[in-house]
């Protein structure tokens, strides 16, 4: 048997990491949705060799869904996900409770400014207000010396980072490559949603970020070239539709027109009912 503690309120958990910290341990929290693939895996080995005191939260957070997404149907394994997070060595699953999170009354949000402007923002407008809440409440509840976060969801990485620096978080975030199927695709819950076909199509999402590299590398460094190209990849996939493909300021997330720096790219695209991103450093 393989021990990890379940915990699921906030006083348990405050009280853990009380203790913890006292004796010297340093903290590393994983935040997760739940339904874990080899990508949340990734995390979680990386918090193991880095950290004393491993704990891994599932929360499928409300507040990062608008009306009409997919809260309701969002993945859930909790049991499997306890078991493979003890298998990575896990010391302690939080589970916390979306009343005791939320309660009656909840008016306190964490809004950036700038940030959420850009890319997955623009058609997800709530997301990002909803991520830096919950997040800034699991830093306050686990109390970790560090974080860590898939570079997956690279626009949420920056917004982290931003949100640590501005509210003076005394927290390290650390984030880890994405964690890809044989074939590319980005491992991601919502991965479960596509039927054969579709999977199929999704492929067109690394392939487009792979040509968008080697263009780069032979020479075009307009990046609205590069995007037509990535574009016609996808568009190419009958039941995929762009939400956007951008090629951006690694920091700023502002849209680039020359690559004369290095770059990140990312994409959105629908597929069928399906919403799926990706994205990747380019480089010349
Ligand atoms: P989620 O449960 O989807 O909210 O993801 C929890 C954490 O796992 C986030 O920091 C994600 O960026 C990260 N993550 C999700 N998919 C991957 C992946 N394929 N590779 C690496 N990290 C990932």
Redesign the pocket.
């Known amino acids: 048997m393989i021990a990890v503690e379940i915990i699921k309120t906030v006083k348990e958990m405050q009280k853990h990491s009380d203790r913890s910290r006292l004796s010297g341990k340093t903290i590393v929290l994983?935040?997760?949705?739940?339904?874990?693939?080899?990508?949340?895996l990734?995390?979680m080995r990386k918090g193991r060799k880095i950290g004393d005191d491993l704990v891994v939260s599932?929360f499928v957070n409300p507040a990062q869904f608008a009306p009409g997404e997919d809260f309701e149907s969002y993945p859930r394994a909790f049991e499997r996900d306890i078991g493979l997070a003890a298998k990575e060595g896990a010391d302690v699953i939080f589970v916390p409770d979306e009343k005791e999170l939320y309660p009656d009354g909840f008016q306190t949000y964490i809004n950036l400014e700038e940030l959420p402007k850009h890319l997955c923002g623009i058609s997800r407008p709530v997301f990002f207000r909803g991520v830096a809440t919950v997040v800034s409440k699991l830093f306050n509840i686990v109390k970790p010396d560090i974080a860590?976060?898939?570079?997956?969801?690279y626009q949420?990485?920056v917004v982290i980072r931003r949100m640590v620096k501005d509210m003076n978080f005394d927290i390290e975030i650390v984030?880890?490559?994405?964690?890809?199927e044989p074939d590319g695709l980005?491992?991601?819950?919502?991965n479960s949603y596509l039927t054969d076909k579709e999977r199929d199509y999704a492929r067109s999402l690394f392939k487009s970020l792979k040509t968008a590299q080697t263009l780069l590398k032979d020479r075009t460094n307009d990046a609205s070239k590069i995007i037509g190209a990535a574009s016609r990849i996808i568009e190419s996939c009958p039941e995929t539709v762009i939400d956007y493909i951008s090629i951006f300021d690694p920091e700023t997330l502002v849209d680039m027109k020359t690559i004369d720096r290095p770059a990140q790219m990312a994409l959105a695209v629908k597929i069928g009912k399906t919403r799926l991103i990706d994205n990747m450093r380019l480089r010349s």
Request: aromatic letters at 12%; proline letters at 6%.
């Open positions: 994983v935040p997760t949705m739940g339904f874990f693939h080899e990508g949340h990734s995390l599932i860590i976060f898939g570079q997956k969801d949420q990485v984030d880890v490559p994405t964690f890809r980005a491992m991601s819950s919502r």
